[in-house]
């Protein structure tokens, strides 16, 4: 089986380089040659190409772009695809992109593995990137139960942990446990920077360490890809945000009362549903 992969970033370069190591022949198209001739030195990619027309031999392709090109980039693919091609992306929204490329490719399964680092470009590319992780399969109910099947059959050899749910599903649970922390992350950063004590800020610099860490790395990463979870995912992100906007208040009135107890039984309470999550 030949596979193809648009976008030759982190998460495109990283599945070609494991699905490589398990046999598969892989065509590899990004938009700079520089990143072309890279993928190839690299072991991502057999051969990679600026032109889309490589992809005429592929029978499966993954689409590793921005969330805004996918559509047009499928558009753009359409001339070079027989029927039977199987299109799929990796985009951490779901609804409206499956929506869009599901009407321009009937063979179309979207896709969503949940893996990633703060580093990006095709040199940040990892071999077992998707061992161990949660790789989300959102089909709808006209989408191809063969076609299905291979992206799951693929997403299952790469050591992923694999979900089927609808599309709209994905995105309300996203919206809280990866495009939120980006925004409180991001919002973390923001408000201790805005720390108007040079003295404090310096100092605050000085001592951060895990646990600022820890809560600011969402934050620090790609704008771009925070951008497009915003805009893509806008209602329930919006959701989400006001939610924790209200515990945050909730916080605050706690702690201006001196009310303690109450503080604290919500600690413990959060202390125990932690685990739920990891």
């Known amino acids: 089986m030949k596979l193809g992969i648009v976008g030759l970033g982190l998460i495109g370069g990283s599945l070609g380089l494991d699905l490589r190591d398990r046999g598969f022949e892989v065509l590899g198209v990004s938009r700079r040659q520089s990143t072309c001739d890279l993928a190839v030195a690299m072991g991502v990619a057999d051969r ?7 992809l005429a031999e592929a029978d499966l392709i993954f689409i590793c772009t921005p969330i805004a090109k996918i559509a047009p980039t499928i558009e753009q693919l359409i001339p070079y695809l027989r029927p039977e091609t199987i299109i799929t992306d990796v985009g951490s929204v779901k609804a409206p992109i499956v929506s ?9 399964v979207g896709g969503h593995p949940m893996a990633g680092t703060a580093n990006s470009g095709v040199e940040a590319a990892e071999r077992n990137l998707f061992q161990g992780a949660t790789y989300v399969i959102t089909p709808t109910e006209k989408t191809s139960v063969a076609a299905l099947n291979k992206v799951k059959d693929l997403a299952c050899s790469l050591g992923s942990s694999v979900i089927i749910t609808a599309p709209t599903v994905h995105d309300r649970a996203v919206a809280w446990i990866s495009h939120l922390p980006v925004m409180v992350s991001a919002g973390l950063i923001s408000a201790v920077t805005a720390e108007t004590d040079s003295q404090a800020l310096k100092l605050a610099i000085s001592l951060a360490s895990s646990g600022f860490r820890d809560t600011s790395r969402v934050g620090g990463g790609n704008p771009e890809l925070g951008l497009m979870m915003a805009q893509y ?4 992100l919006l959701r989400s945000m006001k939610q924790y906007r209200h515990n945050l208040d909730r916080f605050i009135e706690l702690i201006e009362a001196e009310n303690w107890q109450a503080l604290e039984d919500i600690l413990k309470s959060t202390r125990a549903k932690r685990p739920d999550f990891l």
């Open 48 to 54: 990679a190409s600026l032109d889309l027309s490589l």
């Open 100 to 108: 869009d490329c599901a009407a321009l490719w009937d063979n179309f």
């Open 233 to 236: 995912n806008r209602e329930e």
